[in-house]
């Protein structure tokens, strides 16, 4: 067991320690300091954590009690303590003998049925079975937002080279250029739209559904006949129309963000099948078992977790760049602003006190290499350390492309060389002189192409992206998330914070019809003003 003190005191006594010195002194710590689950690995050796550091971030997981809470979240009890909820959504993914208990009901029967359902559904949109007014569906429109949309969004894009069915489009901005934009391309006899919110009652996506009912109704006699509905509120689905049988419910155990492993994933199975979908399931049921087995130190959710708290609480760095080095992963780092930032971006504990330290970080990213020609300047010589996540595939999936992907792969070690070995003033010196520069003015031109080095990174390795693969990402980082906010005794599961903002837009909604404005602050008023005055 050891405490943040402890880590703190040694933070401050190898801060300015290179992580090259680490390398001189263990010649396997590429080895030592990486982990296996399953194909996948997790290589951290990019980092100023020594064998002590570890044992004292492997201390504080345990003296945190992450073991008892994770045994706790897998056997159904309430850990979502302000919501008085489990958190479940390990049952969506867990094999058909799993009992899973909530308030002594075992709650896997009902899951399996309604997985069955939502699978029987997507093969019936992709074999022709169910159909439009206009035939066979060809479209697939899913309106949601947030954790109803960006996992789905991110995994359909991820598994691209497995589609076979109908085309997928994702809606989920109230700003009616996104659906305006989407809906324009298709027709609706051919267009399935599902409905996909926890709530069914979330402005964007209710009024999105809205638009999308009315524009089916130009050209289908029953517009709702080409909707489904993923939701917990039947009530509310029938109201707007859709029929049971295209309603596919979950539980409230299972957190909006956590929720693409079931029937939120209807948009993925419709275009993978789900026989697929059931290997990405797989993916993260290896994941689960790997997260509950492994010992701490060769626990890849909890080592990626400790890394991060290494880096944001203990050495102060406030951001996190997820860089997939995979273009079908170009979403990755919006769903996991969500599922990061949603879950651990609070101050106050579980406990009702104030955190006493930093909250989860600030994460973001871009796939690379494109972000080598964007922001990647800041990360090598900014003033700020960026701890920065790269992932990539052994293999691409165009073989006739596969010199492209040895390029990629090149880029993204090559950039994480860079960002630990740096390039030393001499070295800079010796580049320049050997331009022909001298004098002052070598050493003036010398200093802006030094690059401090030593600055942190982990790489995430797996052999191709696949169902499975991604299915073990996503699990990943899930747990990584939870052992975090168990670390900083954050409950994960709820989301107060987006709570304000949506009750001040229902407030000036009327607003932006017309209505008074004086009892808004001048700021708001003077807004309100210059819209009026442009016509909004
Ligand atoms: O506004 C935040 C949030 O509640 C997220 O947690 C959730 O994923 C999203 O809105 C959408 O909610 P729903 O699925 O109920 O429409």
Redesign the pocket.
Known sequence: MSTWNDLAKHQRATDTRHMLELFTQDPDRANGFSIRAGEMLLDYSKTNIDADCRDLLVGLAEAQGVAAKRDAMFAGEVINETEGRAVLHIAQRADDAAVIEVDDTDVMPALRETRARAYAFSEAVRSGAYQGQGGRITDVVNI???????GPAMATLALEPFHDGPRLHYVSNVDGAHIGDTLERLDPATTLVVV???????I??MTNAETARAWMAQKVTDPTAQFAAV?TAADKTAAFGIAPERVFGFADWV???Y?MWGP?GLGVMIAIGAVRFERFLAGARAMDAHFVEAPFAENMPVMLALVGIWHNQLCGHATRAVLPYDQRLSRLPAYLQ?LEM?SNGKRVGMDGEDLGRQSGPVVWGEPGTNGQHAFYQLIHQGTRVVPCEFLLAAQGHEPDLAHQHRLLAANCLAQAEALMKGRSLEEARAIMAAKGLDGAELDRQARHRVFPGNRPSTMLLYPKLTPFTLGQIVALYEHRVFVEGVILGINSFD?WG?ELG?ELATALGPVMDGADASGKDGSTQALVAYLRGQGV
């Open positions: 949601g937002i947030g954790g109803s949309d960006l996909a919110s926890k709530t069914f009652t979330t964007e996506t939701s957190g909006g963000r929720s939120i969500q949603e989301q987006v949506k």
